[in-house]
């Protein structure tokens, strides 16, 4: 996918969550029906409601890709009561950004509320158009509310970069294009910390790309260098109200401090020796100069004989020399 899915204050968006949930309920539910003109109109599925507006979008398509995606998220809600997820489908950007009622950037095309279990995204004809991916999106936004419900005594006080980590990770995403940008930043020396993505991401969407890779990056090497298990570990142990620095060092025996240092020194080790592998302009470049190289040295090759051919017909043979003829 090639943009950013949504960038949200989650810090704030968190605390309005939990400590005026009711009014925030009371706020949204207002914007989401203050529309006059089309009544919003509700499919229920197993495990979703989908609210939609006449002629904005196809309610059964959200409805069969949100269940395709629910057996996934078995582990994650295991043990927990999770409730039916609301999914709202907004049929313009201004209603959007009003039922969003947060710090969302122009260019995000979808939202979550973990604690109220409402994912807010988009009309999907939008997002097809700005050539997003759908499912992907649903898929996200979906782990964000289960990851939230899963961790409803903490979720205030984890940082972003884990909590997007979380969702892009067990989202399934296919984003290659992030890649690039880790390598880009490496080479560059720009790599952001990750106790600078604690509260919440860069506001410019170059700089919010760049959060977003990073918090995949460090998500998955953690699985890398612990294994799966202790990921699993650490949201458990988040679930039981311990926050992730304590998570962390119970999991894995370091601090936050001491893995984000760990992670940023990997880079370079991680993405130097893979350069050609990592960023497509790189490695066509390469493959191209190799190419180049070998027909040089092979072209050398044959100039090489080409001369010692010459040579050799120069030379006379000694039978035909003045003295051997008659």
Not at 62 to 75: G, K, Q, T, V
Request: net charge negative; aromatic share 12%; glycine share 6%.
């Amino acid at each position: 996918m090639g943009k950013i899915m949504h960038v949200i204050d989650w810090k704030a968006l968190r605390t309005l969550s939990r400590c005026s949930l009711p009014i925030v309920l009371i706020l949204l539910a207002t914007v989401l029906h203050s529309d006059t003109d089309e009544s919003w109109e509700m499919l229920e599925s197993e495990h979703f409601q989908i609210y939609y507006q006449p002629d904005a979008t196809q309610p059964q398509d959200i409805a069969d890709i949100a269940e395709d995606f629910y057996p996934h998220l078995n582990r994650l809600i295991d043990g927990i009561e999770m409730g039916k997820i609301e999914i709202w489908m907004c049929k313009t950007q201004e209603q959007f950004q009003a039922a969003a009622h947060a710090p969302i950037q122009d260019w995000a095309v979808g939202c979550a509320f973990p604690l109220s279990r409402r994912i807010v995204i988009q009309n999907p004809r939008v997002i097809i158009d700005q050539k997003f991916q759908l499912s992907q999106i649903l898929r996200h936004e979906i782990v964000h509310i289960a990851f939230g419900q899963r961790t409803k005594s903490t979720v205030g006080g984890i940082p972003l970069w884990f909590i997007e980590g979380i969702a892009i990770y067990l989202s399934g995403e296919w984003a290659p294009h992030r890649h690039d940008v880790m390598f880009e930043h490496i080479l560059s020396k720009s790599i952001i910390p990750l106790a600078d993505l604690t509260e919440r991401f860069p506001s410019p969407e170059r700089g919010a790309q760049l959060a977003y890779a990073e918090s995949l990056n460090a998500v998955a090497w953690l699985v890398k260098i612990a294994g799966a298990e202790k990921l699993w570990e650490v949201i458990d142990l988040l679930g039981k109200g311990h926050d992730l620095n304590t998570a962390y060092k119970q999991a894995i025996g370091w601090d936050l401090a001491t893995f984000d240092a760990e992670w940023q020194a990997s880079l370079s080790k991680r993405y130097y020796w893979a350069a050609l592998f990592s960023n497509s302009y790189l490695f066509w470049g390469s493959l191209g100069l190799v190419f180049i190289l070998v027909y040089l040295r092979r072209r050398q090759r044959i100039r090489r004989r080409l001369v010692e051919l010459e040579r050799q017909e120069s030379q006379v043979d000694p039978f035909f020399t003045q003295d051997n003829q008659g």
